[in-house]
């Protein structure tokens, strides 16, 4: 079965500081990844997706995130975060043959201070 | 792209009483749906899986006849929960498969 393990639950930083969002991923065949965030109050949005090729992906808002394969890894980074970018951030996976079954990890919290 | 609603946004009912809650595609036709839910400061989990035609498939844990799943057409699935309870408040998000998952916007339910 497909699991997704987010390491950080609650993150403080300032604004400027870089960011990045540590998420493995448990499943042997093929997967396609996700970054969500969910803004307070709001409902999810697509940040940025893998599907195949390029191993690092470029999303909206200057996210980016890059699969390793290796490590099962598809961590999320952005070089310098905003106030306004305060939201929980959510890892997911399915499985990449056609199936859209996905799993989301426990999210992460994401707090910067102006 | 593709929208996903569901009806109502949030709703409020009484302990004891049955709520259903519509997802709906709006642009695509989707032969399966999916129905999360999110407790508050927590992650979705996945409820179960709808597909148009047939029985849903739920998750382990989830009760089958709590949580009434109707996909009675390409672009319309349905989430009742029966003889809700206080318990059962959360944040219920349906999403639809076209060439993407595409997710809605959610639907709050306060039992009282």
């Known amino acids: 079965a497909q699991s997704v393990s987010q390491h950080n639950h609650h993150v403080i930083l300032s604004e400027a500081a870089s960011l990045e969002l540590g998420c493995n991923y448990s499943y042997g065949g093929t997967v396609n990844l996700f970054w969500y965030v969910q803004y307070p109050g709001q409902h999810l949005q697509l940040l940025l997706k893998y599907f195949s090729g390029d191993p690092l992906v470029k999303g909206i808002k200057g996210f980016e995130a890059e699969f390793i394969k290796s490590k099962f890894s598809f961590n999320l980074r952005k070089p310098s975060v905003q106030w306004s970018d305060t939201a929980e951030y959510f890892c997911?996976?399915?499985?990449?043959?056609?199936?859209?079954?996905?799993?989301f990890g426990a999210g992460t919290r994401l707090f910067v201070k102006a | 792209g593709a929208v996903v609603s569901q009806h109502p946004s949030w709703v409020i009912c009484k302990s004891g009483t049955s709520v259903k809650i519509e997802c709906r595609s709006l642009?695509?036709?989707?032969?399966?749906m999916f129905w999360y839910r999110q407790f508050p400061k927590q992650s979705l989990m996945l409820m179960a899986t709808s597909n148009e035609g047939s029985k849903a498939t739920y998750e382990q844990g989830v009760e089958k006849d709590k949580f009434l799943i109707n996909h009675a057409s390409l672009t319309l699935s349905t989430l009742t929960v029966t003889s809700a309870h206080p318990e059962d408040s959360s944040f219920y998000i349906c999403s639809a498969t076209g060439y993407e998952q595409y997710f809605g916007p959610g639907t709050r339910l306060t039992v009282t």
């Open positions: 642009d695509f036709q989707a032969t399966t």
């Open positions: 997911a996976v399915n499985a990449g043959t056609g199936g859209f079954k996905t799993i």
